[in-house]
């Protein structure tokens, strides 16, 4: 069955620390996979993508996640936490592209929190 | 400049009541998505619309639920009588088009929706 996983549904770092948020993916076929980002009260924003182009993604506000086939991973980085980083993250994963399966199939998140 | 919009923020109803959720799109997006996020859950799909015709409702958990799109533009969900397991934050999002590769997902605030 196709399905997305995040490892962590907490994660604590200290700022100025490495940010690594976990996601991982079960399917056969490697899906388009998204990272979004949601702060209290605020609708999702989308912070990367990978669709099967550069395996090494650049995102907003100093985000990038790399793709692995071989791991089945997509692991979002960023060297330096901020204050304003904490938010929870979600990793969704696209397998679409016939007509009618266009949807986003959601990890249960992470909530990142930088201690200051 | 307007963003995708869904009114109520909140509503609170009783067991057994009708409810209607309102999402406004991105102006010009012929692509719309309804989300269902639970507590501590990540969002997950409930419909698709191209235009005004529902081209994935594959999401819906029961029928109990409707959407519709009757202009292209507006969507409404409507949940009819209401259980306290409907609780949940009702996402709305909108794309240019469809096909999630190209075309990035926009999300509003959410409806916060509670049932007593």
């Known amino acids: 069955a196709q399905s997305v996983t995040q490892l962590g549904s907490h994660v604590s770092v200290s700022e100025g620390a490495l940010v690594l948020l976990r996601c991982n993916y079960s399917?056969?076929?490697?899906?388009?996979l998204f990272w979004y980002v949601q702060y209290p009260n605020q609708g999702l924003q989308l912070l990367l993508k990978y669709t099967s182009a550069a395996t090494l993604v650049k995102g907003i506000n100093g985000f990038e996640a790399e793709f692995k086939k071989s791991e089945t991973s997509f692991h979002l980085t960023k060297p330096s936490a901020h204050m304003s980083d904490a938010a929870e993250y979600f990793c969704?994963?696209?397998?679409?592209?016939?007509?009618?399966?266009?949807?986003?199939?959601f990890g249960t998140g992470t909530r990142l929190t930088i201690i200051p | 400049g307007a963003g995708v919009s869904q009114t109520p923020s909140n509503k609170v109803t009783e067991k057994g009541k009708y409810v209607e959720l309102r999402c406004d799109p991105i102006?010009?997006?012929?692509?719309l998505y309804w989300y269902r996020q639970s507590l501590g859950q990540g969002p997950e799909f409930l419909i698709y619309?191209?235009?005004?015709?529902?081209?994935?409702d594959s999401g819906l958990p029961n029928d109990r639920f409707f959407a519709v799109r009757p202009e292209g533009s507006v969507s409404t969900l409507k949940i009819q009588r209401t259980e306290r397991g409907d609780s949940a934050v009702y996402l709305c999002?909108?794309?240019?088009?469809?096909?999630?590769?190209?075309?990035?997902?926009?999300f509003g605030p959410g409806t916060r929706l509670t049932v007593l």
């Open positions: 999002a909108s794309s240019l088009q469809g096909g999630l590769t190209y075309n990035e997902q926009f």
């Open positions: 399917s056969s076929v490697p899906p388009y």
């Open positions: 969704a994963v696209y397998w679409g592209g016939n007509f009618g399966n266009e949807k986003l199939t």
């Open positions: 619309f191209q235009g005004t015709g529902a081209a994935d």
């Open positions: 102006s010009g997006h012929t692509a």
